[in-house]
């Protein structure tokens, strides 16, 4: 479904290249999560947390 809303908003340029990048870190985070939580230090969610929330205004 990622790869099919990518290819959309690309194909239409619903969203600027900097906010695609943006999405993308967050879909690669989003997979870390999911299938590598034991890689995934609680360090890196806090600060991601307090400094990047904003990502999704």
Same mark, same amino acid.
């Given at each position: 479904?990622?790869?099919?809303?990518? =290819?959309?908003? +690309?194909?239409?340029?619903?969203?600027?290249?900097?906010?695609? +990048? @943006?999405?993308?870190?967050? +879909? @690669?985070?989003?997979? @870390?999560?999911? =299938?590598?939580?034991? #890689?995934?230090?609680? #360090? #890196?969610?806090?600060?991601?947390? =307090? #400094?990047?929330?904003?990502?999704? @205004?």
């Amino acid at each position: 479904m990622i790869d099919l809303a990518n =290819h959309l908003i +690309a194909r239409e340029g619903w969203i600027s290249a900097s906010d695609a +990048a @943006r999405f993308a870190l967050m +879909a @690669r985070f989003r997979n @870390r999560l999911v =299938h590598l939580y034991e #890689e995934v230090s609680d #360090e #890196e969610v806090y600060r991601i947390l =307090h #400094e990047d929330l904003g990502d999704f @205004r």
